[in-house]
């Protein structure tokens, strides 16, 4: 007799302990696509129409700058949505705003968010890491029907990669040699003082 897997009897546990749906909880993690999560909004949350998800945001950052994102649900039964974000670089710092929260550096909904015009968004930012280098940015989203219940919800998933460029540390320019702002004034000074010198000894 063969027994299931420790992760599909977690996943199994977490579908029938919630049983109301995911974007009627107060969030949830470890679902969000990356590489080696549960993935239990699609693993639930079956039976309703295909529902699209897409990341939008800069697709480059300086290092240590922090960037604007949006996750946008359409489609599915549009009712409310719920989301989990998550990243594959540790550096990397995810905040939430308003209606999300943080959790072990991943990112869900507090609440469930109703649909605007046709669509279910969440706002959110990251922190780049301070050395050159990728993100990875995984994302889930679950549109339901608000009837407390796992059916006629469906979820979909998406990724957005960004490409970190440069150092956050600042340049020392006194460590590099002449700062070209600071090499003029004084270029002027030595000038202006070697003119006064030589009038002085022609008078």
């Given at each position: ?79 409310k949505g719920g989301f989990n974000v998550a990243v594959d670089n ?114």
């Amino acid at each position: 007799m063969k027994f299931p897997s420790y992760a599909a009897a977690g996943v199994l546990s977490a579908c029938l302990l919630s049983a109301p749906a995911f974007a009627n909880s107060l969030g949830m993690t470890n679902g969000s696509g990356k590489p080696g999560s549960l993935n239990m909004c699609s693993n639930c949350h079956t039976g309703g129409g295909a529902a699209t998800v897409e990341l939008t945001g800069p697709s480059s950052l300086a290092a240590g700058a922090t960037g604007q994102y949006t996750l946008t649900i359409r489609g599915g039964p549009g009712v409310k949505g719920g989301f989990n974000v998550a990243v594959d670089n540790s550096a990397a710092s995810l905040e939430p705003s308003a209606g999300t929260k943080k959790v072990s550096n991943e990112l869900t909904h507090s609440t469930p968010k109703p649909a605007a015009a046709g669509a279910i968004t969440f706002d959110f930012s990251m922190v780049a890491p301070p050395s050159a280098g990728t993100v990875k940015i995984f994302a889930a989203g679950n549109s339901v029907n608000g009837d407390n219940n796992s059916t006629g919800d469906n979820a979909a998933f998406t990724s957005l990669s960004v490409t970190v460029t440069g150092s956050s540390e600042p340049v020392d320019e006194d460590k590099g040699g002449c700062s070209s702002t600071g090499g003029a004034p004084m270029l002027a000074f030595a000038l202006t003082t070697g003119l006064a010198l030589l009038r002085r000894r022609r008078n």
